[in-house]
């Protein structure tokens, strides 16, 4: 991998940039691991000033609505419940707490990479009940479904997904259509599009005239895609390119889409902090009813307000920068984090306050 | 497992006995308590202050001396590697060494959850013993003491440890100044991964082994040769490097300069923390001590340190900078710079 963060590579791929723009251009990279890329390698500092980045929703931890958390945690204090978790979703405050204050009130919460897992647990505790809080982009959606055909398949009577999945192309285009966003072109989720393939982002680049460009992770990944916008953008183009081309096929992964839409139908979903945007998440499809821990369960949970200083919705739309909060490093950091983007690795704010020196750690 | 601890194995045979899991009677200072001390720690562990047996240790130490302790909680207690107990002989077996002292004696306490098999705890016992011979010191007190299941995870272990300052150390953050060179001892993030993959729900092949060792000796040589040259060592156990020079920096109110090309780190352990988004600088080491050296002795320093059994991967990794006091930055792979900063919490793997 190293020949991805080649120093001499990097400097070639700056100096190009230099020499294409004429003119300032906004980009945004819409998943949240390449804002990560973008801060942690110190790339936004050596970008010309004609280049501002900006930060999109592409955070799947940020954008869980709080309610679903409410009803995590909720589960996870039940006593016969154990709740499966990826790491990130700990620390994500609820309306009064997070997954990990609930485990240090004794809730059975555990740390797992995959859903799969879950399963296994499910099997080796069958007086139990097993929720696994299925988080995530298109990304996580096809092992996520997978461990529900799994539990199907061997006529599991305690495990269930609490399902939160988002979709990047109905959140982009909610970013274009907001008025008070003025972004040239976008860096499309690398890994998003390895299981979904480019198709969905023609029409919007076409319809909108914006550049996309499906981009990796790597620090000479989002130069070189960075690169790409800014060529369009330059020569007045608008199409969609594949700068990730080593791992993205443009018609995705097949059997991954099939895994998705054997077990999930898309509805319209609730993005933490800007709203709800139609027809931007899955739902459990009611064949697998009995696997989906929200009619399981039926959780009645009102819903809480958000933290009136969080203005994370704005962050995530590219509307403000994270130091533009009064809340950063102030009453909001990683220690007491006021709303999702300061607590998750990939969310904007934490990437800032971690890597960028803003503000005295 | 190494050559050494298995022939430490082969001369420590358990012996035999009417139980083999430990139960909260064996806590409770009668019988049973005797039964398995006798079998177990004094016989094993014996020397002359031990097996006095008295409520306390009475000892000579000459001059200045440096005191330090320590618990020991990991889970798993058997990892690739070691287990917890040579752990907690070499953690604070180190930590004196880090004061620029000469480690001599250990209390040993055991907090034992009810149902730990036997076999497991004269396994810990046989690895205490082996890291105590290398690193040539004595458990001179101790405590055991049982709790009920579910109140404990296994079993805790906590080390005290004293010993006499080496007579060239000077050994103190206040010395250190700008220009002074950082230099880690060996390959970062070892032990903290070798735990991770055998921590359930994340188990992946790998062959990473943690890098539990005793350094007293390494150090200790150093002193002899560096004397009131070396300013700081610590040794980045939980939070990383990363935590270790984040909180020297603070309190010194002066910067470091460091570049991630300059951090030693072995391949596997590397693509692990890849495959697991976590970032090297903040996994746990134990095997591993930082020194802030003044920089006219940086080079032989590292020459020195390069030919000791423990040094061969050490790397001058940084700088200590008057510019941007408090702050430590790092220049990242392709030349762009980041500031390091404290973690949170407890580093959580990624989503996606």
Redesign the interface.
């Known amino acids: 991998?190293?020949e991805y963060?080649?120093?001499e590579l990097?400097?070639k791929y700056l100096e190009e940039i230099k020499k294409t723009v004429s003119q300032p251009w906004s980009i945004m990279e819409v998943c949240g691991?390449q804002t990560h890329s973008l801060?942690?390698?110190?790339?936004i500092?050596?970008l010309p000033n004609e280049v501002t980045m900006i930060h999109g929703p592409g955070c799947?931890?940020c954008v869980t609505p709080l309610n679903i958390i409410d009803k995590a945690i909720h589960l996870a204090l039940e006593e016969n419940v154990i709740l499966?978790s990826?790491?990130?979703?700990?620390?994500v405050p609820g309306s009064k707490k997070n997954l990990?204050e609930a485990k240090a009130e004794g809730a059975d919460i555990?740390?797992?990479?995959s859903p799969l897992?879950a399963v296994r647990i499910a099997e080796d505790n069958p007086d139990k009940e097993v929720v696994f809080f299925a988080?995530?982009?298109e990304?996580?959606a096809p092992a996520n479904a997978l461990s529900v055909i799994h539990a199907h398949r061997k006529e599991l009577k305690n495990y269930s997904i609490l399902a939160s999945h988002v979709l990047v192309p109905p959140a982009i285009k909610a970013v274009i259509d907001d008025e008070e966003s003025k972004i040239d072109g976008f860096l499309a989720a690398g890994?998003v599009c390895t299981i979904m393939g480019n198709a969905e982002y023609h029409p919007l680049s076409a319809k909108y005239k914006v550049p996309i460009v499906v981009t990796g992770f790597e620090?000479?990944d989002v130069l070189q895609g960075i690169l790409m916008v800014l060529r369009q953008l330059e020569e007045s183009k608008a199409q969609v390119e594949n700068q990730y081309s080593r791992i993205v096929k443009e018609e995705g992964n097949p059997d991954a889409q099939k895994m998705i839409h054997t077990v999930f139908e898309i509805k319209n979903q609730i993005w933490r902090g800007i709203g709800e945007i139609p027809e931007s998440g899955y739902q459990v499809r009611a064949e697998y009813a009995d696997f989906d821990a929200k009619r399981k369960f039926q959780i009645e949970i009102p819903e809480a307000p958000e933290n009136p200083d969080c203005i994370s919705g704005q962050i995530m739309k590219g509307l403000k920068k994270p130091f533009e909060c009064s809340q950063f490093g102030k009453k909001c950091?990683?220690?007491n984090p006021l709303g999702a983007p300061m607590v998750?690795?990939?969310g904007a704010c934490a990437a800032y306050?971690?890597?960028?020196?803003l503000v005295?750690? | 497992m190494s050559d050494k601890k298995m022939r430490m194995q082969l001369q420590c045979p358990m012996p035999k006995l009417d139980f083999d899991v430990i139960t909260l009677g064996h806590g409770s200072g009668g019988v049973l308590t005797n039964k398995l001390l006798d079998s177990g720690v004094f016989d094993l562990l014996s020397n002359p202050i031990l097996d006095e047996r008295h409520d306390g240790a009475i000892f000579q130490l000459e001059g200045k001396l440096a005191f330090s302790t320590d618990s020991f909680l990991v889970s798993p207690i058997f990892f690739p590697g070691g287990n917890i107990g040579e752990l907690a002989v070499n953690g604070t077996v180190n930590d004196i060494a880090m004061c620029g002292a000469i480690p001599k004696y250990l209390s040993l306490s055991f907090i034992i959850e009810e149902g730990l098999k036997v076999s497991e705890f004269w396994d810990i016992l046989v690895a205490i013993k082996g890291a105590c011979e290398e690193a040539d010191v004595h458990v001179v007190t101790g405590d055991t003491k049982v709790v009920e299941k579910g109140k404990g995870d296994k079993i805790f272990i906590n080390t005290s440890g004293v010993g006499s300052l080496h007579p060239k150390a000077q050994i103190s953050s206040k010395n250190i100044k700008a220009g002074d060179k950082i230099i880690v001892s060996g390959n970062i993030a070892s032990h903290g991964m070798a735990i991770m993959s055998v921590r359930e729900g994340l188990e992946f092949d790998s062959e990473i082994l943690s890098d539990t060792i005793n350094l007293n000796h390494t150090i200790e040589r150093l002193l002899e040769a560096f004397g009131e040259h070396i300013h700081l060592l610590t040794d980045p156990t939980r939070g990383g490097i990363a935590t270790v020079l984040k909180e020297t920096a603070q309190s010194i109110n002066l910067g470091i300069d460091m570049a991630q090309r300059d951090l030693p780190i072995d391949n596997q352990v590397s693509s692990a923390c890849e495959l697991l988004g976590l970032d090297p600088i903040y996994v746990a080491n134990e095997g591993l001590f930082i020194a802030f050296v003044d920089a006219s002795i940086a080079d032989d320093f590292l020459e020195t340190l390069k030919k000791d059994e423990n040094g061969a991967n050490a790397k001058i990794i940084g700088t200590v900078t008057e510019e941007h006091p408090k702050q430590v930055i790092m220049e990242s792979a392709i030349g762009g710079k980041r500031v390091v900063s404290m973690l949170p919490g407890e580093q959580l793997p990624r989503i996606c």
């Open positions: 991998m190293s963060r080649d120093p990097a400097k691991g801060v942690k390698n110190g790339i500092d050596m799947p931890v499966c990826f790491g990130d979703m700990l620390r990990l555990r740390i797992l990479y897992e988080v995530g982009f990304t996580t890994h620090p000479l950091k990683p220690t998750s690795s990939e306050y971690h890597f960028s020196g005295e750690a």
